[in-house]
């Protein structure tokens, strides 16, 4: 959004800035390496880095002023600031009142990024849409998103993420949704939040607490924590339930996709994605109902619905040497990791199913059970051979094994190269085709492991 030296003094204050009031920085930025011609430099003090010690660095790149908490020797233009960080919230939430268009918000503790590009994709064929690049969605990354945020845009979508109490709300304060969704409480981040799911359920509800009465909150009514999150918005429910103001029926699910039927009111509509997994149809459920509530018709969301593709390693599909090898590598949580154990038992009953699986971090004490009781669920559900890599995922291994301490030997190992290779020996190389899932905690770089099994080397 334009941003002038007249709305810095709104937010901030006369400065006595040397540029004049209807001077407008051609972009705002954190990161020096980005400055160019004509930017605002916000000195942010990180855990790494302090932003004030590269002031000089952003000024030759060209930056007009600065945002910082202490004046430094320096001929540029600085607004001094209590707390640079906290004056992005505030110029971010000064900024916002200046759209009028829908603005709508997604949280949750898995599936927000997938439902935000869907989202995104979809409001696309009807109007110009702004919305959260890559995983902006903490307390820096959401003013950067208003900041970059066009003012003749349609329709805004921002990812919010959290990993403790008071964040949601603090970014929902901020930006004032009219629209808004948790797309699920897991036992992400529950280290954080006192080690059970009421503390993430309380986090997340931090969201529908701060709507206003003319906001709408759509609630996933399938998950009972979401459904008695507290809220002033007018609620509209969507889930699996005959009961939702929206509900998934029919649902087919397949190795080509899936395919299902929306009912609303009196209304019946057939969906069909390129996607496979039912957490996917709940994401185009969702999906299908905001776009409905905005107005938007159903030909050009079932047009988006059906041309959606993942292309980065949140359950794109990868196809070679006969196998299909799901790449969910960019994060996990429990209840995340079961969602795609069953997607994958679903969507390719004809393949041998296996699950490559790297740690689930920030899960506190409970790490070694979870990760146990992931093995077991495997089992159960009908999964075909179990490999881990990193040291807490040794319990998923044991408990998919029956805690037999020897296959940790064939189906373990700490590195990724090392583990490809046992896949490749024991399973790729012997002629059945394979459904692979791939998936593990960002901290886990399980993409390394897909890497290893597509590298031409790899049987070397």
């Known amino acids: 959004m334009k941003i002038c030296v007249s709305d810095l003094y709104k937010c901030f204050g006369e400065q006595g800035l040397s540029l004049p009031d209807d001077f407008c920085f051609a972009k705002v930025v954190h990161d020096s390496r980005a400055v160019t011609k004509d930017s605002l430099f916000l000195a942010v003090k990180g855990p790494r880095f302090d932003g004030h010690d590269f002031i000089k660095q952003a000024r030759a790149s060209g930056a007009k002023a600065i945002l910082c908490e202490k004046r430094i020797d320096d001929q540029a233009d600085q607004i001094v600031v209590p707390d640079v960080v906290q004056a992005m919230g505030q110029m971010a939430s000064y900024l916002r009142e200046r759209i009028s268009k829908p603005v709508i ?3 949750g503790s898995s599936g927000k990024t997938t439902t935000k590009e869907l989202l995104a ?7 110009k849409v702004n919305f959260t690049k890559g995983n902006l969605n903490n307390h820096l990354g959401v003013p950067l998103t208003v900041f970059d945020f066009d003012e003749d845009a349609d329709f805004y979508i921002i990812e919010m993420g959290m990993s403790h109490f008071g964040e ?8 004032s949704p009219s629209h808004a969704l948790v797309t699920n409480v897991g036992h992400a981040h529950i280290e954080n939040l006192g080690g059970r799911l009421e503390g993430v359920a309380k986090a997340k509800g931090e969201l529908f607490a701060c709507l206003g009465e003319d906001a709408i909150a759509f609630s996933f009514d399938d998950d009972p924590f979401i459904r008695t999150m507290l809220t002033a918005a007018k609620r509209i429910s969507y889930g699996f339930s005959g009961s939702c103001d929206f509900n998934a029926c029919e649902v087919k699910v397949s190795e080509q996709g899936n395919e299902f039927c929306v009912c609303y009111g009196e209304e019946k509509v057939l969906i069909q994605q390129k996607l496979v997994g039912r957490h996917h149809v709940q994401n185009a459920l ?5 776009c409905n509530t905005l107005g938007v018709d159903d030909e050009n969301i079932l047009s988006a619905l059906k041309s959606f593709e993942i292309h980065f390693n949140r359950g794109r599909r990868l196809d070679f040497d006969g196998h ?4 969910d590598s960019y994060n996990a949580n429990p209840d995340s990791m079961r969602a795609a154990v069953s997607a994958l038992v679903e969507s390719f009953p004809q393949r041998k199913k296996i699950l490559v699986m790297g740690d689930m971090l920030e899960l506190g004490d409970q790490a070694v059970t979870l990760h146990h009781e992931i093995g077991v669920f495997a089992k159960e559900l009908g999964i075909d051979a179990l490999y881990a890599k990193g040291e807490i995922s040794k319990n998923a291994v044991l408990g998919f094994w029956k805690d037999d301490k020897e296959f940790l030997k064939t189906h373990w190992d700490s590195d990724a190269k090392g583990l490809a290779q046992k896949i490749i020996r024991q399973e790729w190389q012997q002629g059945t085709p394979l459904g692979l899932l791939v998936k593990g905690s960002r901290g886990s770089a399980m993409e390394k492991v897909i890497e290893a099994l597509q590298a031409p080397e790899r049987c070397g």
């Open 105 to 107: 918000a997604i949280t």
């Open 121 to 127: 994709h979809a409001l696309s064929q009807v109007g």
């Open 324 to 327: 299909v090898l799901v790449d």
């Open 286 to 290: 969702v999906v299908y109902a905001i």
């Open 168 to 175: 949601i709300e603090y970014l929902a304060k901020m930006v």
